[in-house]
């Protein structure tokens, strides 16, 4: 598979077989646990698919079907989102310091300015 692109690549000669549903294990200990997955095959013979034309070589790569990019990692942010995150954690940060002291202040000399 090739992640650029998003083709696989198989030898000209090359047998495919189809898969099984997969069989999905779980194991469970103290603490932690486990999730694994394994397919085998059916056995039954796959036929590939004719090589595109030109034409349909090039819809593809242009991929025309996709109207948005690929979908980050839930996992990441986007980037007004972390922006947004890191500048309110700024700005409590400074108001907490400004708070501190004239607590400070106003415990050492009665005033708080």
Do not use: C, N
């Not at 694994?36 to 819809?59: K, N, Y």
């Not at 007004?80 to 004239?102: G, M, P, Y």
């Amino acid at each position: 598979m090739v992640d650029e692109s998003g083709e696989l690549v198989v030898a000209e000669q090359a047998r495919v077989l189809a898969l099984d549903a997969p069989h999905v294990e779980r194991l469970v200990r103290t603490g932690w646990s486990l999730v694994g997955a394994s397919w085998i095959t059916t056995g039954d013979l796959l036929e590939p698919p004719q090589p595109p034309g030109i034409f349909a070589h090039v819809l593809l790569a242009l991929r025309l079907w996709r109207l948005t990019p690929p979908r980050a990692h839930p996992s990441e942010l986007p980037i007004w989102k972390a922006a947004a995150i890191l500048l309110s954690a700024l700005a409590l940060l400074v108001a907490f310091e400004i708070t501190l002291a004239f607590v400070v202040a106003y415990l050492v000399t009665g005033r708080a300015y």
